[in-house]
């Protein structure tokens, strides 16, 4: 399948898929990358990968119309079939989600449905998590619907939270579950190994 990627930051999680798909255990073909901020250094690992980029920041679109518009285009224009948001810190519109529904994939720090929604992203996960006092943690790889963090669960893991845990530390600790865990689901998607039932997800990842 053609999958694109969607990246806001570092994007260690692309770099993660990248390396997967270059040892032959990922069977997709990375489309384009797409990122709303060109400054993001995923954008440099795409180039040195020979991966198309885009810069499409939503900030630039008067109307989410417009704007879902311009990513529909982009999206038929490489022929994507699938998705992978990799750290992605901007809402997808409803239209695209439609329009890739159960194809589209986001990972999650942290273990929803808590700790999850508008405005508990990277870091504030984590702080949150530590702030309430919870024992575990772990990473959410779920399909997107038009809820923030919210489509049926592909796959999750958990980590102790340690006694002189920090955002950072824990973060490192969930980001290395990330990389070992995230490739899987893409793979399940794109050999159409999983379906959807309700909000159970179904097959083998
Ligand atoms: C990852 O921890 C990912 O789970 C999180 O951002 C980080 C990106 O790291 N994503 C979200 O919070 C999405 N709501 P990366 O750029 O190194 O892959």
């Given at each position: 399948m053609r999958c694109a990627v969607f990246a806001s930051g570092s994007g260690s999680n692309f770099q993660a898929l990248i390396d997967r798909q270059k040892s032959a255990d990922l069977h997709v073909d990375f489309a384009v990358l797409i990122a709303n901020?060109?400054?993001?250094?995923a954008c440099q690992r795409a180039r040195s990968n020979g991966i198309p980029v885009e810069h499409l920041p939503p900030t630039h679109f008067a109307h989410e119309r417009s704007y879902a518009a311009k990513l529909a285009e982009l999206l038929g224009r490489y022929r994507v079939e699938m998705i992978a948001l990799a750290g992605y810190m901007k809402k997808i519109p409803p239209q695209i989600v439609g329009e890739y529904r159960h194809r589209m994939l986001n990972i999650h720090p942290?273990?929803?449905?808590?700790?999850?929604?508008?405005?508990?992203?990277g870091k504030h996960v984590h702080r949150a998590v530590l702030d309430y006092g919870a024992k575990i943690s772990g990473v959410t790889i779920h399909f997107v619907d038009?809820?923030?963090?919210?489509?049926?669960?592909?796959i999750q893991k958990v980590v102790d939270v340690l006694d002189d845990d920090t955002p950072q530390s824990l973060a490192e600790r969930v980001l290395e579950l990330e990389h070992a865990y995230y490739w899987r689901a893409v793979e399940a998607v794109a050999q159409q190994r999983i379906t959807v039932k309700g909000r159970r997800v179904i097959g083998q990842i």
């Open positions: 901020n060109s400054r993001a250094f942290g273990l929803l449905p808590a700790f999850g929604g508008r405005g508990l992203y038009e809820e923030y963090d919210h489509g049926p669960v592909v």
